[in-house]
Structures are given as C-alpha cells and as structure tokens.
C-alpha cells in the first residue's frame, strides 16, 4: 500500500508563490506516476499535472507556464510549485499516485490508485 501526505497549503494573495509537497510512503515509489488534482468549492474534481520520473510532465492549460511539476524519488517527494496564484487557483488540491505509465491516462481520476487527504490553497485578491 501506498500512503501519500500533502502539505504546503495556505493563503497566499493573488500574485503570489505556493509550494505544495506530496511525501509518499512505500518501497516502489519510483514506479509511480504522481499527479496533482484540485477540487474548488461546487466543482468537480480536476486534473492539474502529472508527472513520470523527470522527464515527462502533463499540465493542464489553465496552469501551463505558471506551475511546475518536480519529484525527489530518493525522498519519495513530489513538488508542486504555483507562482502568479489566481483567485481562481483556490482549491483543496490532491496527490494522487497511479503505475499507469501512459500519460493519456494521467487526466483521469480513475487513473489513480492513491489519494492524499488533500491540503487547502486559498488565493486572496
């Protein structure tokens, strides 16, 4: 099994820097895929980015250019920095991990086997 545990959440104002973390326990990390949801109030839950070791990221377009994906496999850390945060940004966002290697797949909650508790971005104007 896998447990993964999100933090790095707060409020920020609009403009400005996150940094969330995704700390994942177990022995295969390596193996895993590890992707980024969010969740705003009254919305779906949707997809942010994902990431396959270093060399093949996904991101949606909402936050291409302002978010970046990186992970640490030797600390079984995944990173997800935000930088010019939007009010629109705020949301409880989600690690998710999945050994699904084809990123066609990444966009899909059900892709993933994995899920944090989650951690709360709140983006102030």
């Known amino acids: 099994q896998v447990q993964l545990v999100e933090s790095g959440g707060g409020l920020v104002q609009a403009g400005g820097p996150l940094r969330l973390s995704c700390q994942a326990s177990?022995?295969?990390?390596?193996?895993?895929?590890m992707g980024w949801f969010r969740q705003a109030p009254g919305k779906e839950r949707e997809f942010v980015a994902a990431?396959?070791?270093?060399?093949?990221?996904l991101y949606v377009d909402s936050v291409k250019g302002r978010f970046t994906l990186s992970r640490d496999n030797a600390k079984n850390t995944v990173y997800l920095q935000m930088n010019t945060l939007k009010p629109e940004d705020t949301a409880v966002y989600y690690c998710?991990?999945?050994?699904?290697?084809?990123?066609?797949?990444?966009?899909?909650?059900?892709?993933?086997?994995?899920w944090g508790q989650g951690t709360q971005v709140t983006v102030s104007s």
């Open positions: 990431i396959r070791a270093s060399a093949v990221k």
């Open positions: 177990g022995r295969t990390f390596s193996s895993y895929v």
């Open positions: 998710a991990a999945t050994q699904n290697m084809y990123s066609s797949t990444w966009r899909s909650r059900g892709t993933y086997d994995y």
